[in-house]
């Protein structure tokens, strides 16, 4: 679920496998 609104916030559509590195810098993008 986090990941998935991570992905929506962010607006980019990435594939599973690299979900984990790209809700790593969106995260780190918006603090």
């Known amino acids: 679920m986090i990941k998935a609104v991570w992905l929506n916030r962010s607006g980019r559509e990435v594939p599973e496998g690299v979900n984990s590195v790209s809700v ?4 780190f993008m918006f603090l």
Request: glycine letters at 0%.
């Open 24 to 27: 790593l810098t969106d995260i």
